[in-house]
């Protein structure tokens, strides 16, 4: 195999390799890549570089990730070149010289990859599989800091478009909302049709014009005259639609990311101000924006403290649908804390969709016991819900005070259920 390594490929081989050898590995089809200086044969070779990888079992895709982190890492004696001369002339031309050193090399292999036709959505796939890849090898997070850098930029907000989902849509993009529906499981279309065509139900999606009509996250709104405590009252509602003119609140009650390999990238933080200062514009009456939120991992967090709390233990054992009122205030006041007072590495809250809100500007408003009380609900978090309210005056002092000091904004009541 010819050694790509040493020296530069003259055009007239990189021609004959391209066009003369199909059995070309991987490893080098990226070493071409990186050697090569033309648009064409650039194109060509992302092309054949993805096609070989989305050959691959896990253990082929293990070996590339390797591949990525071993060979194509920051050349550390370049690096040090490069602050000895800028120490020696601090001027734009050694400046740019360590910003291009300190840049590990397989970020410009991968924005070449990029090149071709529907590369963006493939990498993003390729991500997925590296985010599976490091349950085994941890040490591969370098590699995926470097996905999470270029797609931060790849899919920043100006190049994301929202678009109104609605039972016009057409039916691939309605397939992709059952298929992606993260929170409230869709069953089959008339469920579908049950959230998007009634005029007091609404649904937004971000788009970006590298995916195609793959949605890369959507939110799904009902407009009400209350701030449920319930999923129940969003989704088995018995009274007929309200006029959207007439309602006072919107209540953002699904939200979902479509794509794995985006993990880490945020979006919804934009998608939830925009629609809430876009619905706030078209329906001046609206009063509130809230959610009603699932607690996902709450009673995984019980379930290791039983040893440590005999009271959560007795909650776990004895807690069900029929619990009595001093049954629910007791659970109440676990779940206040869980909120409140403990905490992860960062500082932050256990729960990851109370992360999501907080950092979004949004108050913690009120703890609903029983909000869903279907068998998921209860094996989940012993069907307790949340509401969280974004007050479009208050959500960047809210955010700053969050990102800030981590400070959990929430109202009296929940105030009061942690205190009692």
């Given at each position: 195999m010819p050694n790509f390594r040493g020296g530069r490929w003259s055009p007239s081989k990189l021609r004959k390799q391209l066009f003369g050898d199909e059995t070309a590995t991987l490893d080098t089809l990226c070493r071409q890549m990186m050697q090569s200086d033309g648009e064409y044969s650039s194109l060509l070779l992302a092309e054949r570089i993805l096609t070989a990888y989305e050959k691959l079992d896990d253990d082929g895709r293990h070996w590339f990730f390797t591949l990525l982190q071993d060979d194509y890492d920051i050349d550390l004696g370049e690096v040090k070149a490069a602050l000895d001369a800028y120490e020696r002339e601090p001027d734009a031309s050694s400046l740019k010289r360590i910003g291009k050193a300190a840049e590990p090399r397989r970020q410009e292999l991968l924005r070449r990859v990029n090149l071709a036709q529907g590369a963006t959505r493939r990498l993003v796939?390729?991500?997925?599989?590296?985010?599976?890849?490091?349950?085994?090898?941890?040490?591969?997070?370098?590699?995926?800091?470097?996905?999470?850098?270029?797609?931060?930029?790849?899919?920043?907000?100006?190049?994301?478009?929202?678009?109104?989902?609605?039972?016009?849509?057409?039916?691939?993009?309605?397939?992709k909302i059952i298929a992606y529906e993260a929170v409230h499981e869709i069953e089959d279309w008339d469920e579908l049709r049950s959230r998007l065509e009634p005029e007091d139900r609404l649904c937004f999606g971000f788009f970006h014009p590298r995916m195609g009509d793959e949605p890369l996250v959507f939110v799904e709104v009902a407009l009400t005259d209350n701030v449920p405590r319930g999923i129940g009252e969003i989704l088995e509602r018995s009274a007929g639609a309200i006029a959207p003119d007439k309602a006072s609140c919107a209540i953002f009650y699904s939200i979902s990311n479509c794509h794995k390999g985006l993990a880490g990238v945020s979006f919804g933080n934009f998608l939830?101000?925009?629609?809430?200062?876009?619905?706030?514009?078209?329906?001046?009456?609206?009063?509130?924006?809230?959610?009603?939120?699932?607690?996902?991992?709450?009673?995984?967090?019980?379930?290791?403290?039983?040893?440590?709390?005999?009271?959560?233990?007795?909650?776990?054992?004895?807690?069900?649908?029929?619990?009595?009122?001093?049954?629910?205030?007791?659970?109440?006041?676990?779940?206040?804390?869980?909120?409140?007072?403990?905490?992860?590495?960062?500082?932050?809250?256990?729960?990851?969709?109370?992360?999501?809100?907080?950092?979004?500007?949004?108050?913690?408003?009120?703890?609903?016991?029983?909000?869903?009380?279907?068998?998921?609900?209860?094996?989940?978090?012993?069907?307790?819900?949340?509401?969280?309210?974004?007050?479009?005056?208050?959500?960047?002092?809210?955010?700053?005070?969050?990102?800030?000091?981590?400070?959990?904004?929430?109202?009296?009541?929940?105030?009061?259920?942690?205190?009692?």
């Open positions: 796939k390729m991500r997925e599989h590296l985010l599976t890849a490091m349950r085994g090898q941890p040490d591969l997070e370098r590699v995926d800091n470097d996905f999470l850098h270029l797609f931060s930029t790849w899919f920043n907000r100006g190049f994301l478009l929202m678009e109104p989902i609605d039972w016009t849509t057409p039916a691939h993009i309605l397939e939830i101000k925009q629609v809430a200062t876009s619905l706030k514009m078209q329906f001046p009456q609206l009063k509130s924006f809230a959610t009603i939120s699932p607690v996902p991992r709450l009673r995984e967090w019980l379930e290791r403290r039983p040893d440590e709390d005999a009271e959560i233990r007795e909650l776990l054992d004895t807690f069900d649908t029929d619990a009595d009122e001093a049954l629910r205030a007791r659970l109440e006041k676990v779940v206040a804390s869980y909120f409140l007072e403990h905490k992860n590495g960062d500082g932050e809250p256990l729960d990851p969709v109370a992360r999501f809100h907080l950092k979004n500007g949004a108050m913690l408003e009120r703890i609903n016991i029983l909000g869903n009380p279907s068998p998921k609900g209860m094996q989940r978090a012993l069907g307790t819900m949340v509401n969280y309210v974004y007050d479009l005056n208050r959500v960047e002092d809210n955010h700053e005070a969050y990102v800030t000091d981590h400070e959990v904004i929430c109202s009296a009541a929940v105030r009061k259920a942690f205190t009692r």
